[in-house]
Nanobody
C-alpha cells in the first residue's frame, strides 16, 4: 500500500526559497522515477519536476533554473528545492511516482506572497 507524506510548505515572499520533502511508503525512490506535482486553485494538477533512477532530472518550463529535485536513497526521501519563487508558484505540492500511483498524499501548501 502506497502512502505519501509531503512537508515543508508555507508562506514565502517572492524571491525566497523553500525545500519540500516527501517520504513515500510502498515506493522505493532509488528504483523509481519520482516526481513533484502541483495544483493551483481552479487549475489541473501539473508535473513540476521528476528524477529517474539514474538521477536524470526534468522540469516544467515554468520552473527551469529555479527548482531542483533530489533524493536521499538512505532516507527514501525526495526533495524539491524551490528558489526565486514567484506568486504563480502558489499551489498545493504533491509527490508521487511518474507515472503516478493511484494514492496521493495530502500535499503541502506553498503560498508565495508579499
Amino acid at each position: 500500500q502506497v502512502k505519501l507524506v509531503e512537508s515543508g510548505g508555507g508562506l514565502v515572499q517572492p524571491g525566497g526559497s523553500l525545500r519540500l520533502s516527501c517520504v513515500p511508503s510502498g515506493i522505493i525512490v532509488r528504483t523509481n522515477t519520482m516526481a513533484w506535482y502541483r495544483q493551483a486553485p481552479v487549475k489541473e494538477r501539473e508535473l513540476v519536476a521528476r528524477i529517474n533512477m539514474f538521477s536524470s532530472t526534468r522540469f516544467a518550463d515554468s520552473v527551469k533554473g529555479r527548482f531542483s529535485i533530489s533524493r536521499d536513497n538512505g532516507l527514501n526521501t525526495v526533495y524539491l528545492q524551490m528558489n526565486n519563487v514567484k506568486p504563480e508558484d502558489t499551489a498545493v505540492y504533491y509527490c508521487n511516482a511518474d507515472p503516478p500511483s493511484d494514492s496521493w498524499g495530502q500535499g503541502t501548501q506553498v503560498t508565495v506572497s508579499s
